[in-house]
């Protein structure tokens, strides 16, 4: 295994060369888990009506800041999808703007 620095995102000209990431987690929801380390994501982007809310078990903020960084120069940067034990997928396309937010309740 490599570093996220080592992935391909592709070119301006060729995006669809870009590297898909699969991650393993311990379990993904789009309702505040009791866990408390879990990761909290507000995700914006085409294809979400407002904002949607991802709470992630097993997945650190270095994941995700390194997955933001490729994609600051859209169209290039790298798909992430997310996969859990009970078969879950979550899918974050380049496209998909992804903030660490808080753990609590959106209201």
């Keep these: ?3 996220a620095h080592q992935l391909s995102p ?3 000209l060729e995006p669809e060369a ?3 990431v699969f ?3 311990q379990w993904l929801n789009d309702q505040p888990n009791a866990v ?3 990761l909290a994501l507000r995700l914006t982007g085409p294809g ?3 904002v949607a809310h991802l ?4 997945l650190d903020s270095d994941a995700v800041a390194a997955r933001n960084e490729s994609c600051r120069d859209f169209p290039m940067g790298f798909d992430m999808w997310l996969i859990d034990p009970s078969g879950r997928v979550c899918g974050l396309p380049r496209s998909t703007r992804a903030t660490i937010a808080d753990r609590r309740p959106w209201r």
């Design 1 to 3: 295994p490599g570093t």
């Design 10 to 12: 592709g070119t301006a």
């Design 18 to 20: 870009a590297t898909q």
């Design 23 to 25: 991650v393993g987690c």
């Design 36 to 38: 408390t380390d879990s």
């Design 48 to 50: 979400i009506a407002d």
């Design 55 to 58: 709470w992630i078990g097993g």
